[in-house]
């Protein structure tokens, strides 16, 4: 058998440099790229380790699409049972605060906070702190300068309600002064005839459109010179 016009046969006598001929054939690439191993590795570690690694990685790929399939079939049951997105985020939320709060960091934090407190609230520092603002509290409440504050205040309130009070009442009497007067009185009267006369017309307005004689007749003229 040939091949580009040499025999590769391996009884054949040129069977050495047909070997000599693939020594200079580059190597693979695969082979080429790999990296060699680190210190205090030997060969077989490292062929040993990459086995390990491949193997892993292949078992990575398939817990990925069983974990693909799984979240699928999830899905379509949340569907079925009529289950939004919502429902899950607020489940996932709840379970997630509960886990937060059962958790050994939580517990940890809060009874270190409670800790804090107490020792805070029963140290010198804050009951000499406490004491002292009571005290001044107590003290501001009995100066003289707190009571004649109140005691102005009081009395401004009281001359203001007075001031309103009288106020209103002014303008109470002012109002019965002017309803009794005589200006009034005839501004009255002179509203009321108004309104007589406009009504008295209406009045005759709808008399004379509903008399069947008052129909096509003119009002008289007196002594007209026509």
Same mark, same amino acid.
């Given at each position: 058998?040939?091949?580009?016009?040499?025999?590769?046969?391996?009884?054949?006598? *040129?069977?050495?440099?047909?070997?000599?001929?693939?020594?200079?054939?580059?190597?693979?690439?695969?082979?080429?790229?790999?990296?060699?191993?680190?210190?205090?590795?030997?060969?077989?570690?490292?062929?040993? %380790?990459?086995?390990?690694?491949?193997?892993?990685?292949?078992?990575?790929?398939? !817990?990925?699409?069983? !974990?693909?399939? /799984?979240?699928? &079939?999830?899905?379509?049951? $949340?569907? $079925?049972?009529?289950?939004?997105?919502?429902?899950?985020? /607020?489940?996932? !939320?709840?379970?997630?605060? &509960?886990?937060?709060?059962?958790?050994?960091?939580?517990?940890?934090? #809060?009874?270190?906070?409670?800790?804090?407190?107490?020792?805070?609230?029963?140290?010198?520092?804050? %009951? #000499?702190? #406490?004491?002292?603002?009571?005290?001044? *509290?107590?003290? %501001?409440?009995?100066?003289?300068?707190?009571?004649?504050?109140?005691?102005?205040?009081?009395?401004?309130?009281?001359?203001?309600?007075?001031?309103? #009070?009288?106020?209103?009442?002014?303008?109470?009497?002012?109002?019965?002064?002017?309803? *009794?007067?005589?200006?009034?009185?005839?501004?009255?009267?002179?509203?009321?005839?108004? /309104?007589?006369?406009?009504?008295?017309?209406?009045? *005759?307005?709808?008399?004379?459109? &509903?008399?069947?004689?008052?129909?096509?007749? /003119?009002?008289? &003229?007196?002594?007209?010179?026509?």
């Amino acid at each position: 058998m040939e091949s580009g016009g040499q025999d590769i046969n391996l009884n054949s006598p *040129n069977k050495g440099l047909l070997a000599g001929a693939m020594t200079d054939v580059p190597v693979d690439s695969a082979a080429a790229a790999r990296t060699p191993a680190p210190e205090g590795l030997t060969l077989a570690e490292e062929e040993e %380790l990459r086995s390990e690694l491949a193997k892993v990685e292949e078992e990575i790929g398939t !817990l990925r699409q069983v !974990l693909a399939a /799984k979240e699928r &079939h999830c899905g379509e049951l $949340k569907r $079925k049972l009529g289950l939004t997105p919502l429902d899950g985020l /607020k489940q996932n !939320l709840s379970k997630s605060w &509960h886990d937060v709060q059962v958790s050994n960091a939580y517990v940890k934090t #809060s009874e270190k906070l409670g800790e804090w407190n107490d020792k805070v609230t029963q140290s010198d520092l804050y %009951l #000499s702190a #406490s004491s002292t603002l009571e005290d001044w *509290n107590e003290k %501001l409440t009995q100066s003289e300068a707190y009571k004649k504050t109140q005691e102005t205040l009081s009395q401004a309130g009281q001359k203001t309600s007075a001031a309103l #009070s009288n106020v209103g009442s002014v303008i109470s009497r002012k109002l019965g002064d002017m309803r *009794n007067s005589a200006t009034f009185k005839s501004f009255e009267d002179r509203v009321g005839t108004i /309104k007589s006369r406009v009504v008295g017309s209406r009045e *005759n307005s709808t008399d004379s459109l &509903h008399s069947p004689s008052g129909v096509g007749d /003119k009002p008289p &003229h007196d002594n007209a010179p026509f």
